[in-house]
Nanobody, 128 residues
Framework: QVQLVESGGGLVQAGGSLRLSCAAS????????MGWFRQAPGQEREFVAA????????YYTDSVKGRFTISRDNAKNTVYLQMNSLKPEDTAVYYC?????????????????????WGQGTQVTVSS
């Protein structure tokens, strides 16, 4: 079993920055990739970014490219999401997720069904 705990959410003005953290514990050796998703009220959970544990390849949804950066510290079993130039439309609950599958099809990392474990979520609110 893997457990995930997110932190770092909060309220920020448009144009500001936040850094989210996701600490993994338990059978962390089984993690092949980790991702960040977000869910705004009344909307489906959507992919934000993902990173492979080995090699560190990263993937982003188009709306955050150039503004968000996903990174990892394997020694600390922690993944980060640095969010810059935040916009009101970035407001959502952000979830960290872990996948045990190393897929050659990178599209799979955008799918919620590719992830086995989810954190509890952290609220990010961007005011205009």
């Amino acid at each position: 079993q893997v457990q995930l705990v997110e932190s770092g959410g909060g309220l920020v003005q448009a144009g500001g920055s936040l850094r989210l953290s996701c600490a993994a514990s338990g059978r962390t050796f089984s993690i092949a990739a980790m991702g960040w998703f977000r869910q705004a009220p009344g909307q489906e959970r959507e992919f934000v970014a993902a990173i492979k544990r080995l090699g560190g390849s990263t993937y982003y949804t188009d709306s955050v490219k150039g503004r968000f950066t996903i990174s990892r510290d394997n020694a600390k079993n922690t993944v980060y999401l640095q969010m810059n130039s935040l916009k009101p439309e970035d407001t959502a609950v952000y979830y960290c997720a872990a996948s045990g599958t190393d897929s050659s099809n990178t599209y799979n990392y955008q799918l919620t069904r590719s992830y086995d474990t989810w954190g509890q979520g952290t609220q990010v609110t961007v005011s205009s």
